[in-house]
């Protein structure tokens, strides 16, 4: 298939306000033609698995984690082993109409533990830090036929995972007063026999339209509905990443995580709901850097592990399943004997997810996205035929 072309170059105009219940989540979105959409969200600075989808039928949970253990009678159930933290109530209500999975142990090829370095491995899709200069999302648009209109990323700066080849714009509402709409007339006047600046105008105006007043839609409810607003339009993008922050806990890390496990779980509803009958074709995969220590620190919190959990929820989700193979927490199971350890590749998790979400050829994703993936034992019946 044709590469995807979305050739124009950055429109940034000034930085997005601060705040954000989510840590100043950001929006990217690229174009390509397909009526499915795939979502990535990335949780910046580690969040820890073991409190989001809970082994509380590991017989070693509740003392390693101590303080930190989240009660089984509050949790959400899922299974005999398997708990959601009580906080991701619309997420368990997925999970219950078949339209969220969950799998666990999963960590990308890197092993130490710089929050820096593992997002590099993680967008970029390489082995190690800094080893590939593109993300992985960028190349995933390349594997899809040209659409109409260019990427975009509703923030500052474009994420890596979205940087390389096909050319991305970027947007985020100015700090400073809006101009009159006589101003926005006139300029759009002066621009309108120009070849070259009418369409990049025209373009900008109307994702400004679009995206209103982002600064006030900074709460995940409200970030959900513009995300859900661009993907739902007839001719609108198809793939999208949304980056937030936040998941650091070093310290009182109960009452942080819930909070963001609360806008987590609140922004991907707002997107079920939005999105109307478009969400039976949508694919979010929900995924960070590296995993947490096992067992708490002297702080209420936990320090940079190894193994995490990865989400995918979506209307075209097989969901139901909580899926990965359960190394246990008992002695001598740790990685190293302090993290959850890994057994599945979380870069053939994502490749196998794009790559049936989008109907594309599985090794061919893989080759493109993580060129050294280990694809053996990646699940094969994510979605829904």
């Known amino acids: 298939m044709a590469a995807m072309v979305t050739r124009r170059k950055f429109i940034s105009l000034t930085a997005a306000g601060a705040g954000a219940i989510l840590v100043s989540p950001q929006l990217v979105f690229a174009n390509v033609q397909t009526e499915h959409r795939f979502v990535f969200v990335i949780q910046r600075g580690a969040a820890d698995g073991l409190s989001t989808v809970v082994p509380y039928g590991d017989p070693a949970y509740a003392g390693l984690r101590a ?51 593992g997002q590099n491995v993680l967008e970029s899709g390489g082995t190690a830090p800094y080893q590939l200069k593109d993300g992985w999302l960028n190349r995933l648009v390349t594997l899809l036929p040209k659409s109409r209109e260019r990427a975009i990323a509703l923030a500052p700066t474009v994420p890596l995972a979205l940087r390389g080849r096909v050319e991305v714009a970027s947007y985020a509402p100015s700090a400073l007063p809006s101009a009159p709409d006589d101003l926005l007339m006139r300029v759009s006047q002066l621009y309108e026999h120009d070849a070259q600046l009418h369409p990049l105008w025209a373009s900008a105006m109307q994702t400004q339209a679009l995206a209103g007043d982002m600064r006030g839609r900074q709460d995940p409810a409200g970030l959900g509905k513009l995300a859900a607003k ?58 960070t850097e590296f995993g947490r220590t096992a067992a708490a620190n002297g702080t209420s919190g936990t320090d940079h592990g190894t193994g995490a ?14 899926l990965g193979d359960w190394p246990g927490l008992g002695a001598g199971a740790l990685y190293q004997n302090r993290d959850l350890k890994p057994t599945t590749a979380l870069d053939a998790l994502i490749a196998a997810a794009a790559a049936q979400s989008l109907r594309l050829d599985t090794g061919r994703v893989a080759h493109t996205l993580f060129p050294a993936a280990d694809m053996r034992g990646a699940p094969r019946d994510l979605m829904r035929t």
């Open 67 to 117: 303080e930190l253990a989240i009660d089984a009678a509050s949790a959400i159930k899922l299974d005999g082993l398997f708990a959601l933290h009580p906080s991701l109530v619309e997420t368990g209500r997925m999970y219950a109409a078949g339209q969220a999975l969950f799998v666990h142990a999963v960590a990308s090829p890197y092993r130490q533990r710089s929050h820096f370095d």
């Open 230 to 287: 661009f993907l739902a339009r007839p001719d609108g993008p198809r793939i999208a990443m949304i980056e937030t922050g936040g998941w650091d806990t070093h310290d009182a890390q109960n009452p942080r995580l819930a909070a963001r496990l609360k806008a987590l779980d609140t922004m991907l509803a707002a997107l079920r709901d939005q999105l109307g009958p478009v969400w039976g074709n949508t694919t979010v995969l929900v995924a």
């Open 309 to 322: 959990v990865a989400m995918l929820v979506g209307g075209a989700v097989k969901g139901g399943r909580v």
